[in-house]
């Protein structure tokens, strides 16, 4: 599926990294836990709002364990919270809290795929943060990289376009050597902006008030389903999708495969993502052709 490309970079928390199951469980028992939920994801969103602020005014990386206590104090600080939160909260609490921003598992579906893409490709990582984060997450995870780089080592932070413009330069690839995996739509805007290939993989933990399906159009690959059964309940992605789409496309010898992907109500199906990730004849030729003259002409 990804002819040429060499290098396959990786966002991390959210993407790779279950962020939430940490901290819900870092938040104090006293707290109700659909509450320490509720704020878990508040205090997420608040991060990536500073990003988003502090990208647009010009400032450098912050420290991250910084800005996760900044933002945890003005959560508790203001009126909805002030009198529900705070006075639960010691100083000890917050700074557990904070502390657990550098110990996650990852999701279930991550470790054997990635493994399995290493043995093809290199693996990075790519996000924000420090790099004293991204060394206590890989150890807690037990996920290996080739490299990772922070927005600390970079000195830039997603989603400046010079931060893939120079993580690219030090692995030596070009963007049409380059994929981008992440569950942040900003991201990959980013990412596609300066020519590298794009994969969403869609976490119910991430992007919460994006619409799903226009997330789909804007990347050359959606991993996940979207109210695939008219629930109006959206399905999560996995990286055994990604491997498999590498290893072997699902419509190698079946094009009544696709003719079901085409049913399904996801954003973006697998079909529409080989059509821009290979030459249009090239599809319709394995499309139209016998099982066996597919199999000959994929081998």
């Known amino acids: 599926m990804l002819k040429g490309c060499k ?16 901290i819900v469980a870092a938040l104090p028992e006293r707290i109700p836990c659909p509450e320490r939920c509720q704020l878990a994801i508040e205090w997420r969103e608040a991060f990536f709002q500073d990003i988003h602020d502090r990208f647009e005014k010009r400032l450098p990386p912050e420290d991250i364990d910084t800005t996760h206590a900044r933002l945890l104090n003005s959560l508790l600080e203001t009126k909805t919270r002030g009198d529900k939160y705070d ?16 110990k996650m598992s990852a999701w279930p579906d991550v470790s ?25 997450l890989a150890r807690s995870s037990g996920l ?11 000195g830039e932070t997603k989603p400046d376009p010079e931060t893939y413009k120079k993580v690219m330069r030090l692995v030596g690839v ?3 050597q380059s994929l981008m995996v992440a569950a942040h739509s900003y991201d990959l805007k980013a990412a596609k902006k300066v020519g590298m290939r794009t994969v969403y993989v869609r976490r119910w933990t991430e992007d919460t008030k994006e619409d799903m399906r226009k997330v789909g159009e804007d990347v050359d690959l959606f991993i996940g389903r979207i109210d ?8 999560d992605g996995s990286f055994e999708e990604l491997l498999e789409s590498v290893e072997e496309p699902p ?8 003719l079901l992907n085409m049913t399904h109500k996801a954003p973006c199906t697998r079909r529409d993502a080989y059509m821009r990730l290979f030459p249009a004849a090239d599809l319709e030729n394995i499309c139209s052709g016998t099982e066996e003259q597919n199999t000959k002409e994929r081998c």
Not at 10 to 19: A, E, P, R, S, V
Not at 87 to 102: C, F, G, I, Y
Not at 144 to 154: D, H, K, W
Not at 228 to 234: H, I, P, R, S
């Open 251 to 258: 419509y190698r010898s079946c094009p009544e495969h696709l």
């Open 228 to 235: 695939v059964y008219g629930t109006g309940e959206d399905v």
């Open 112 to 136: 054997a795929a990635l493994a399995a893409l290493r043995q093809r490709f290199e693996v990075f990582v790519l996000a924000n943060g420090t790099t004293r984060l991204q060394l206590d």
């Open 174 to 176: 070009s963007p049409e």
């Open 7 to 22: 290098a396959i970079f990786f966002d991390f928390m959210g993407t790779c990294l279950d962020w939430q199951s940490s």
């Open 87 to 102: 006075h639960v909260l010691s100083n000890d609490e917050k700074e557990r809290a904070v502390k657990a921003w550098h």
């Open 144 to 154: 290996q990289f080739n490299m990772m780089f922070s927005s600390q080592l970079l």
